[in-house]
């Protein structure tokens, strides 16, 4: 009985360190569900010459995500787990062109933002989205150089 009342003691002191790493780890999993989005989307403008879009289900990013063309949706991602998403440099709505270049709101450079919901910015992921095509990832909530 004495062990189990250490081990919940110890385990109930290292629990909050754990924050951090999760906070990172559901930023980072909705920055690459994202990054796969974009992928997908300027693979699909190239395909059909364009039309494509990727947009916020409800207007907003935290109700998840669809690629649609024409109006119609072909590809639908759920919502993030406690994760927040916010274009930067863009209006919330995503295009592909037949050349498979993505712009928002028609800047060609432009960024999103992934933080944890409540927690921590410097947990969080961004993707620049640059004018020749390159999407990267940083960690943190930066500005992108």
Same mark, same amino acid.
């Given at each position: 009985?004495?062990?189990?009342?250490?081990?919940?003691?110890?385990?109930?002191?290292?629990?909050?360190?754990?924050?951090?790493?999760?906070?990172?780890?559901?930023?980072?999993?909705?920055?690459? +569900?994202?990054?796969?989005?974009?992928?997908?989307?300027?693979?699909?403008?190239?395909?059909?010459?364009?039309?494509?879009?990727?947009?916020? =289900?409800?207007? +907003?990013?935290? =109700?998840?995500?669809?690629?649609?063309?024409?109006? +119609?949706?072909?590809? %639908?991602?759920?919502?993030?787990?406690?994760?927040?998403?916010?274009?930067?440099?863009?209006?919330?709505?995503?295009?592909?062109?037949?050349?498979?270049?993505?712009?928002? %709101?028609?800047?060609?450079?432009?960024?999103?933002?992934?933080?944890?919901?409540?927690? %921590?910015?410097?947990?969080?992921?961004?993707?620049?989205? %640059?004018?020749?095509?390159?999407?990267?990832?940083?960690?943190?909530?930066?500005?992108?150089?």
């Amino acid at each position: 009985m004495v062990t189990i009342a250490i081990l919940a003691i110890l385990a109930a002191l290292a629990a909050p360190s754990f924050n951090p790493i999760i906070e990172r780890y559901r930023a980072r999993q909705a920055a690459e +569900d994202l990054l796969g989005t974009l992928y997908y989307a300027r693979s699909e403008a190239m395909k059909r010459s364009g039309g494509i879009t990727i947009s916020a =289900n409800s207007g +907003d990013w935290k =109700n998840g995500w669809a690629v649609k063309v024409d109006g +119609d949706a072909l590809q %639908n991602t759920a919502a993030p787990t406690k994760a927040t998403i916010t274009t930067v440099g863009g209006d919330g709505t995503i295009a592909a062109d037949r050349w498979g270049v993505l712009t928002s %709101n028609g800047a060609t450079q432009f960024r999103i933002q992934i933080a944890p919901q409540g927690g %921590n910015a410097s947990n969080g992921s961004t993707l620049c989205v %640059n004018p020749g095509g390159m999407i990267k990832r940083e960690d943190g909530i930066t500005s992108c150089s």
